[in-house]
């Protein structure tokens, strides 16, 4: 028996606010970051990619549910990527690099699926309900 969310609509408004931060972050030009070393920005894409995966691991309950938003976060990864490259080319550059990593990082929060931690946002959401109903 699977865990059932109390707010399910304000843990999907987050995912999908997170996921609506993370195109915008990426479609706006870039800031001056100063030098940083040749392709330090991998680790920040595989981060932000695996937290968006084990975010949505832990969201949806059923593994179709799982697989589609991987896979949904794969072609969004890349599409950003494509969009870089043509949407913002002054600012922004498409980067075959940065789409790989992307995609690693979503493979890597998919783990999440296999652990207990999956459940963590679940029980996040019942000790929060719980709380207010004891106010």
């Known amino acids: 028996m699977s865990l059932r969310f109390v707010r399910p609509r304000l843990w999907s408004g987050l995912w ?17 970051l100063g030098e940083a070393p040749q392709g330090s ?52 550059s498409m980067d075959a ?3 790989v990593a992307n995609a690693a990082g979503v493979l890597l929060g998919a783990l999440v699926a296999l652990t207990p931690a999956r459940d963590a946002l679940v029980r996040l959401d019942r000790a929060l309900a719980a709380g207010l109903a004891r106010r």
Do not use: C, N
């Open 97 to 99: 690099a940065d789409a």
């Open 41 to 92: 920005d991998k680790l920040g894409h595989l981060l932000a990619y695996a937290l968006l995966s084990a975010y949505a691991m832990a969201l949806f309950a059923s593994v179709r549910g799982r697989v589609l938003a991987a896979a949904g976060l794969v072609l969004l990864g890349a599409a950003i990527e494509v969009a870089q490259g043509t949407l913002v080319p002054e600012t922004r």
């Open 16 to 32: 999908v606010a997170a996921l609506a931060a993370t195109v915008a972050v990426s479609l706006l030009p870039a800031p001056y």
